[in-house]
């Protein structure tokens, strides 16, 4: 599909060294639009709703702050840890600024982990992109719904 | 054989070209702003700079170093500047960082101001004691799986005159497939005495620029560019005792306050340093703070950690760092004598501190800390 500027400048953005070190592209060689279109088939496919995905993991999220770096439990089903660094990351399509969090969740029925960032589970929720294959806070759908048991 | 083929090609090419000659020309006229002069103070100090950059790194320039954690890239809202002269309205990148007291006061961030006609500044007298340092790498020291030591010896100038407590900025070069430079803020691990050679704690950040360069990349006898002092936190009153609480690399900070208050023999107060990680492996410095307790008496190191199932021989407090400071705060620490608080770590952390605090009468303005956002 063909990208519009701002899909084009937001792309650029997502390469290695303006944001972060890896940037969210990976090895992924597909245009921006392509890997997001490819993510919302794969989700309708998968009959997983955006909305409910991103509201499980802030839910998650929240939880884990409580435990300042600590692993905590959640509901039984879950084990949850988030780690803080200084400093704010900007969102690449420019639309808000995330901190520096990184959250690991542990399904415990299967052992199946998940790793997010605030900014990666913005870029979720708000443009339904889930990183390009290879980067290393990419997450894929199926295993999104395993971790959440969906 | 005909070469009519080429023409097209050509023709195209020749355009092309003329088009980026007149582009260029065009560029040159519409963004040549001249040398601009920048009034500083009401004028106690002029300086000439080229127009076109942003007042961040028009002032660096100069010397002139304003705080800034992102290098201007604004993500970190500290490198704030008054400019008094009219710059147009605040951009949406500035207003997350912005109350409406230092909108009214114009105040600006430097990173976001294209520096285009002559400008009328305030800047805050100590920021002029702010330099750029050149140092090399004497050590690194892994202290844990995600934490290192960094210690760096300043070549040029070769000492520096600082506040323990206060940070430093390291300017990473560009490295692999990161074209430009990028700064972030490290607080000052060691004491203001030790003034030709600067301790860092720092912790990997997954995907972090600076971090991925400093754990992948510098090695000893690596050189290291840094600005520095920064940073308002830093030891206050005489006779209150102190409850500092740190988590992780928050460590620095306290660290530097504290072995400067040793090396001072500012010992006659009640200090309790309540240092919090998340598992035994998390946990650095252990030997060091318990010597300290031993030279001084009123000081007191509380480490507590988190998740003890991989070591059954803690004998000290578990759980989370303000689970060990209500406990002692119940029981072990005088309620009578009046206390400040000293803080740095997560946000998360500082929060849950502060509750604690507030509960057990520790006045609001009595409690200081570096947030790490």
């Known amino acids: ?150 | 054989m005909s070469l009519s083929f080429l023409v097209a090609p050509f023709v195209v090419g020749a355009i092309s070209a003329v088009m980026a000659v007149i582009i260029s020309f065009i560029d040159m006229l519409v963004n040549n702003y001249g040398e601009v002069k920048l009034s500083i103070n009401s004028g106690k100090r002029v300086i000439t700079v080229k127009g076109g950059s942003s007042l961040l790194s028009s002032l660096a320039r100069q010397n002139i170093f304003l705080p800034s954690a992102c290098g201007g890239r604004a993500t970190c809202g500290v490198c704030k500047i008054k400019v008094k002269s009219d710059v147009g309205p605040h951009l949406p990148t500035e207003l997350p960082f912005l109350t409406k007291e230092e909108m009214r006061d114009k105040i600006r961030l430097s990173c976001q101001i294209k520096v285009k006609t002559n400008l009328e500044l305030e800047i805050p007298q100590e920021l002029f004691a702010i330099q750029k340092y050149s140092t090399a790498v004497t050590s690194i020291r892994n202290l844990t799986p995600d934490m290192r030591e960094i210690k760096l010896s300043l070549k040029d100038p070769e000492q520096i005159d600082f506040k323990a407590g206060q940070y430093a900025q390291f300017i990473i070069p560009p490295y692999g497939k990161i074209k430009q430079e990028t700064q972030r803020a490290y607080s000052i691990a060691s004491g203001p005495g030790q003034n030709s050679e600067l301790e860092f704690i720092v912790r990997l950040v997954p995907g972090g620029i600076a971090t991925t360069y400093i754990f992948t990349l510098l090695k000893e006898g690596d050189t290291l560019d840094l600005v520095a002092p920064l940073g308002d936190f830093r030891l206050h009153g005489t006779n209150e005792d102190m409850l500092c609480i740190a988590g992780g690399s928050g460590m620095a900070p306290i660290k530097s306050i504290l072995f400067d208050m040793s090396e001072n023999k500012i010992t006659r107060r009640n200090v309790y340093y309540f240092f919090g990680v998340a598992t035994p492996k998390d946990l650095f410095y252990q030997k060091m703070f318990e010597d300290l307790e031993k030279k001084w008496p009123s000081f007191h190191f509380i480490p507590a950690i988190a998740d003890v199932s991989t070591d059954s021989t803690w004998k000290g407090e578990t759980g989370l760092v303000t689970a060990a400071l209500e406990n002692y705060l119940t029981a072990k620490i005088p309620k009578q004598n009046p206390k400040q608080a000293y803080l740095c770590g997560s946000p998360g952390m500082i929060n849950a501190s502060i509750k604690v605090l507030t509960s057990y009468n520790v006045n609001q303005a009595d409690i200081y800390y570096d947030k790490f956002s």
């Open chain 1, 1 to 150: 599909m063909k990208m519009s500027p701002e899909y084009k400048q937001t792309a650029l953005q997502m390469q290695p060294g303006i944001i972060t070190a890896e940037g969210f592209l990976g090895n992924d060689t597909r245009p921006l639009v392509d890997i997001i279109q490819a993510d919302e088939e794969q989700a309708t496919r998968l009959n997983v709703e955006w909305d409910k995905i991103a509201g499980h993991l802030q839910e998650l999220y929240k939880a884990g702050k409580q435990g300042q770096e600590r692993t905590i439990e959640f509901i039984g089903k879950w084990n949850v840890k988030v780690d803080e660094s200084r400093g704010l990351l900007p969102c690449p399509f420019k639309d808000g600024l995330f901190h520096k969090h990184t959250i690991l969740v542990t399904h415990k029925p299967s052992g199946k982990q998940l790793l997010f960032s605030e900014l990666s589970l913005h870029l979720l929720e708000k443009h339904h992109f889930l990183q390009g294959k290879g980067s290393s806070f990419r997450m894929e759908l199926s295993e999104i719904k395993t971790v959440l048991d969906l």
